[in-house]
């Protein structure tokens, strides 16, 4: 009787001990042959964070699922900046369709910007369960709350394009102030997009404003968000009004936006 136990007992323990060694080896954080590659897009984000609360920024990459589909949301506990002074207040993992072996995954994280000074990064550090890391580039990164541009001389005026396939603009802001509005020009956060308009347009007191640029700077990137900072002087002073955000390239289709990251 007691040999018939020990067997039984030896028994379960290594059923117990298959169970295991199945589950680490089906679980992506413990297995070797199951690495999560992810590639981001060139994704540029250059953004003014208005709400104390933060904003939600868009960061697009691919999943290379050709020998194994792992359900990144189900997986990722953890996102940061590596640059403290922009804090991750949330975030979440939205998987697309899978194109040409390649999952699209967009990382939409909620940020806030903890100091009053211009912040920039271009990495993202991720936790895969709570011990397994890895830190990626995704592209560039500039962000700024909203304190010190001007909210009082303008505001956006019928139909405001949020979204459009390429980098420009097509918008109507309306002059609320009782001055007339020269020097205008275009730019953003990071400095590397600007237009400057013709001497002899300028917007009238209680006018609307028809801005519309073609295209404007010279990089191309995958994936944008930007900001549009509207500089102007009214009676010889300069202020600058930061413009709703503007997304570029977010209405492709998911097959579309996959090619554009592997290519």
């Known amino acids: 009787m007691f040999i018939r136990k020990r067997l039984l007992f030896l028994y379960f323990a290594l059923a117990a001990l298959l169970v295991l060694a199945m589950i680490v080896a089906g679980n992506p954080v413990f297995s070797k042959d199951k690495e999560i590659k992810l590639e981001f897009a060139d994704n540029f984000i250059s953004y003014v964070i208005d709400d104390e609360n933060g904003a939600v920024l868009n960061l697009f990459a691919v999943q ?75 592209g560039e990164l500039v962000v700024q709350n909203g304190a010190g541009f001007e909210k009082g001389h303008f505001e956006p005026a019928r139909s405001y394009t949020a979204s459009v396939p390429s980098l420009g603009l097509d918008m109507r802001i309306k002059n609320t102030s009782g001055q007339e509005a020269d020097g205008l020009e275009i730019e953003d956060l990071s400095g590397d997009i600007s237009h400057q308009f013709e001497d002899d347009f300028k917007i009238g007191p209680r006018e609307v404003g028809h801005i519309e640029v073609d295209g404007f700077g010279e990089t191309e990137y995958d994936f944008a968000m930007i900001t549009p900072i509207f500089s102007y002087s009214l009676a010889g002073e300069e202020y600058r009004y930061n413009m709703p955000g503007v997304l570029y390239g977010m209405t492709l289709s998911d097959e579309d936006k996959i090619e554009k990251i592997i290519e």
């Open 64 to 138: 290379d699922v050709w020998n194994k589909n792992v359900a990144l949301e189900n997986l990722i506990t953890s996102v940061q900046f590596e640059n403290p002074n922009i804090e991750v207040v949330d975030f979440k993992v939205d998987s697309g369709m899978v194109h040409q072996g390649y999952k699209l995954v967009n990382f939409q994280v909620t940020a806030r910007v903890l100091t009053g000074e211009l912040e920039r990064e271009n990495k993202l550090k991720i936790w895969y369960g709570d011990e397994k890391t890895a830190t990626y580039r995704f």
